[in-house]
């Protein structure tokens, strides 16, 4: 399993970035993907997932109406919109999966990418 996050950068408050991860190495279109991240100094918060076949998706409460999940199984890889970005939105995302079956929240994935940066200064 590889998992290939890009799309960060610095940003500032109020305004988008559209992170991607790009999937290799197992059937993507069989597994559900999410997105978690981690501020400076802090634990692990998950952000949102998707199902296989991206019919439901799923948000903290942190990011709902601001940021959208979707996926393009055609081309392995899963998005991450972010919309009217704020300071506390500044962290390391990560892509992630854990198998074909959901499970809630971070504990339930087991395969990482390396992560994204994104920082939300004026």
């Known amino acids: 399993v590889q998992l290939v996050e890009s799309g960060g950068g610095l940003v500032q408050p109020g305004g988008s970035l559209r992170l991607s991860c790009a999937a290799s190495?197992?059937?993507?279109?069989?597994?559900?993907m999410s997105w978690v991240r981690q501020a400076p100094g802090k634990g692990l918060e998950w952000v949102s997932s998707?199902?296989?076949?991206?019919?439901?998706?799923y948000y903290a409460d942190s990011v709902k109406g601001r940021f959208t999940i979707s996926r393009d199984n055609a081309k392995n890889t899963v998005y991450l919109q972010m919309n009217s970005l704020k300071s506390e939105d500044t962290a390391l995302y990560y892509c992630?999966?854990?198998?074909?079956?959901?499970?809630?929240?971070?504990?339930?994935?087991?395969?990482w990418g390396q992560g994204t940066l994104v920082t939300v200064s004026s």
């Open positions: 992630a999966t854990g198998g074909p079956y959901y499970g809630v929240g971070a504990n339930a994935l087991d395969a």
């Open positions: 998707i199902l296989s076949d991206g019919s439901n998706t």
């Open positions: 190495g197992f059937t993507f279109s069989s597994y559900y």
